[in-house]
């Protein structure tokens, strides 16, 4: 592959991996690299230097490391799809084109380039070469019996769960499998289900469109507040007690023992959503509800956070009673999840590979929202992270008068795509405060750039001093 880099190592007294770094860094920048571009071998290019092939994988290492370049077996090293050219004045081909953000902090989105596809492809490909002939068949509606025993064992292992293969239903993701929860219960009976506010609409709608009726119940700084559950008419409640979205609250210890004994009081269900629950980044994650209650908790998780939404597997671990009506609804819904997939996954999770690959996206993520909150405070952008370090996303309150909604509008403008509270409010708020920022799948150089913007954008308050 013939490149014409853009690369000079004649600065006196500055050292050649300084100035090949800053050469390349300024390339990308600038624009003269292109999104996607493929650089040359590490030693096709220390041999057209005159320089060390370990000194040029350093400065690729390096590159990578702050996101302008990405590094692929078999694929070579790229210039990051998520690499922007710096700006203060945003120019028409960067603004948004067809909904996809130039600046994409939306949340609930994970690194996207980091999907580990050569680890995806080996254990794929060796499933298929290793799967019997009837596994080629329709598949099993409860999922493939050898991929719910290694999540058993993964979930008992990582987050505590009380999980055995029996009362494992394996989904395409947290909403067939809420899809799934709620029409089952509307069918034993289940009228009302209480569910956190603020929280994701899209929940809301699912538990609707079953034939259920929704009561939300507020949050603060604690997590979900119980008190606030009626005693009569609420037959489930809906909560993300590991990190709740989108204030970033961990339900309180005090709080748990309380939901759990209102469920027991009322013959009521938990349904456990532990959409992030292996990235906590100041300490070791709590542990599920449903470890404490597995007779009164339902817990539902997926690969949509720790490995891409396009993979569409999740998992239900519910009570003995729930299985084998969850089962009869799945099947109805869609005959069983793909085979292949459930068995590529059962590999990737029994080689160590899905715990190394979590480790390597929970530093990540801890490295991304460090940089967000000093691009906040360095371009003296009025708004403040709050709510637990853990996830791929936070939610940042607001440190003036300027309403949520207004600041998603001029971010939106120049190309900066997060939400303000109110998407998430199923309520009236007379008063919203904040906005929800990821930081998933943006590098952290990135981050500083759209901080830098938007700080212009929202005027002298937020201007850098």
Same mark, same amino acid.
């Given at each position: ?29 600038? /624009? ?10 590490? $030693? %096709? =290019? +220390?041999?057209? *230097? @005159?320089?060390? &092939? ?82 080629? /068949? ?10 719910? $025993? %290694? =999540? +058993?064992?993964? *979930? @008992?292992?990582? &987050? ?43 929940r809301a709608a699912v538990l609707r469109q079953a034939g259920l009726a929704v009561l939300p119940v507020p949050v603060d700084a604690d997590g ?30 005090? $709080?748990?023992? +309380? ?5 027991? &009081? ?76 459930q068995l590529a996954l059962a590999r990737l999770v029994e080689a160590g590979d899905y715990d190394r690959h979590i480790r390597a996206a929970r ?67 007379p008063n919203p405060d904040g906005v929800v920022l990821g930081y998933g799948n943006i590098a952290p150089h990135a981050l500083d750039e759209a ?15």
């Amino acid at each position: 592959m013939e490149l014409l880099l853009p690369v000079e190592l004649s600065a006196p007294g500055q050292p050649r991996r300084v100035q090949l770094e800053s050469a390349l860094r300024e390339a990308v920048r600038g /624009g003269r690299l292109a999104a996607g571009q493929r650089l040359p071998a590490s $030693r %096709v =290019l +220390a041999e057209d *230097l @005159g320089i060390s &092939r370990r000194l040029v994988v350093e400065v690729y290492t390096q590159l990578a490391a702050e996101g302008y370049l990405v590094s692929r077996p078999g694929s070579g090293t790229c210039v990051s799809d998520l690499s922007l050219p710096p700006t203060t004045e945003v120019p028409d081909a960067l603004r948004p084109a067809d909904g996809v953000p130039r600046w994409d902090l939306r949340p609930g989105i994970p690194t996207l380039s980091a999907f580990p596809r050569h680890l995806w492809r080996r254990a794929w490909t060796a499933a298929l070469a290793s799967a019997a002939d009837s596994d080629l /068949g329709y598949p099993d509606p409860a999922g493939h019996p050898h991929l719910r $025993r %290694v =999540l +058993a064992d993964y *979930l @008992g292992r990582v &987050r505590g769960v009380d999980a055995e293969p029996r009362r494992l239903v394996i989904c395409a993701g947290f909403t067939q499998g809420l899809h799934l929860l709620a029409h089952t219960l509307r069918a034993r009976g289940a009228r009302t289900v209480a569910v956190e506010d603020p929280g994701l609409p899209h929940r809301a709608a699912v538990l609707r469109q079953a034939g259920l009726a929704v009561l939300p119940v507020p949050v603060d700084a604690d997590g979900l507040l119980v008190e606030h559950l009626p005693e009569r008419g609420v037959d489930a409640v809906l909560t993300t007690p590991a990190h709740q979205f989108p204030t970033g609250a961990i339900l309180a210890p005090a $709080r748990r023992e +309380a939901l759990l004994a209102w469920a027991g &009081r009322c013959g009521a269900v938990v349904v456990e959503d532990d959409y992030d629950g292996e990235f906590r980044f100041d300490r070791r994650a709590v542990g599920c509800l449903q470890g404490r209650s597995p007779d009164r908790v339902v817990y539902l998780g997926s690969t949509s956070k720790t490995l891409a939404p396009a993979v569409r597997l999740g998992w239900l671990v519910c009570p003995a009673e729930l299985h084998t009506e969850l089962v009869a609804t799945k099947f109805l819904a869609d005959h069983g999840s793909p085979t292949l997939d459930q068995l590529a996954l059962a590999r990737l999770v029994e080689a160590g590979d899905y715990d190394r690959h979590i480790r390597a996206a929970r530093t990540r993520y801890r490295t991304a929202r460090h940089a967000l909150d000093l691009a906040l405070r360095r371009h003296r952008v009025p708004l403040r992270l709050v709510g637990t370090a853990a996830g791929v996303q936070t939610l940042a309150t607001r440190l003036d008068d300027t309403h949520p909604d207004e600041v998603t509008a001029r971010a939106r403008a120049i190309g900066i795509a997060f939400d303000s509270i109110t998407r998430y409010r199923l309520g009236p708020d007379p008063n919203p405060d904040g906005v929800v920022l990821g930081y998933g799948n943006i590098a952290p150089h990135a981050l500083d750039e759209a901080i830098g913007l938007l700080a212009a954008a929202l005027g002298p308050a937020g201007r850098a001093g």
